[in-house]
Nanobody, 119 residues
Framework: QVQLVDSGGGLVQAGDSLRLSCAASGRTNNIYAMAWFRQAPGKEREFVAT????????YYGTSVKGRFTISRDNARNTVYLQMNSLKPEDTAVYYC????????????WGQGTQVTVSS
């Protein structure tokens, strides 16, 4: 079992920055990668970014590439999403997720944190 607690959302203006955090606990040694997804009202869930739990491989969704940066602190079992140059279309609930070695699927999810960007 892995528990994920995401935080850091809020209300900001267009062009501002925000950093989200996702703290993992439990059997973190079984985590292969961590990712951020988001879901806006009336829209499907969208992939934002992913990073390997060990190593430096990171990948981004097209809509956030160049503006968002995913990173991790293994000592704290925490993954971050630095979001710069925020746009109103970035407004969504952001979820972190853990991809597990033994399934290759995102088995565990955080509770979500709301990000609202006003124009």
């Amino acid at each position: 079992q892995v528990q994920l607690v995401d935080s850091g959302g809020g209300l900001v203006q267009a062009g501002d920055s925000l950093r989200l955090s996702c703290a993992a606990s439990g059997r973190t040694n079984n985590i292969y990668a961590m990712a951020w997804f988001r879901q806006a009202p009336g829209k499907e869930r969208e992939f934002v970014a992913t990073i390997a739990w060990s190593g430096s491989d990171a990948y981004y969704g097209t809509s956030v590439k160049g503006r968002f940066t995913i990173s991790r602190d293994n000592a704290r079992n925490t993954v971050y999403l630095q979001m710069n140059s925020l746009k109103p279309e970035d407004t969504a609930v952001y979820y972190c997720a853990a991809e597990m070695y033994y399934t290759g699927k995102y088995e565990y999810w955080g509770q979500g944190t709301q990000v609202t960007v006003s124009s």
